[in-house]
């Protein structure tokens, strides 16, 4: 599911390629455009980065999902869209621009159900967010 190509997780070579197709014509335009855009395509790689994991594993233990900053730990109640009522396990991760932005599944299991919900623009660190 999460195909990656030298390193770079598989969605973030369209961008690459967008913003050097840029950078290759505004060679011609401009030294601060090409710069610019140049800029553009190496950080989109970086961005998309996609590091191997190595770990020990240990039965009393679970891999972080994502990197970044915890922001919660506790029992909080679920959306109303999953159906549930009881409150659940849940961890918040803030991941700012400087993280890998790859999310893994920290302990086996099969999906059932996926909900998906358009997000708001508040701040991702935020606990309504």
């Keep these: 599911m999460n195909k990656k190509y030298f390193g770079i997780h598989r969605e973030g070579w369209k961008f690459f390629i967008f913003?050097?197709?840029?950078s290759l014509f505004s060679l011609f335009v401009?030294?601060?455009l090409f710069l610019f855009f140049l800029f553009l395509s190496l950080f989109t790689l970086w961005f998309f980065r996609d590091p191997e994991r190595h770990f020990d594993s240990k039965d009393n233990q679970l891999l972080s999902a994502a990197d970044g900053k915890i922001c919660f730990i506790g029992e909080e109640n679920p959306?109303?869209?999953t159906q549930f009522?009881?409150?659940?396990k849940k961890v918040s991760i803030f991941?700012?621009?400087f993280n890998v932005h790859v999310?893994?599944?920290p302990?086996?299991?099969n999906i059932k159900k996926i909900i998906y919900k358009n997000g708001k623009f508040f701040?991702?660190?935020?606990?309504?967010?």
Aim: charged letters at 25%.
């Design 19 to 22: 913003f050097s197709f840029f």
């Design 30 to 32: 401009s030294n601060v």
């Design 79 to 81: 959306p109303s869209e």
């Design 85 to 88: 009522k009881e409150k659940m």
């Design 95 to 97: 991941m700012n621009v």
């Design 103 to 105: 999310n893994r599944s």
């Design 107 to 109: 302990v086996n299991g």
């Design 123 to 129: 701040n991702a660190s935020l606990d309504k967010a």
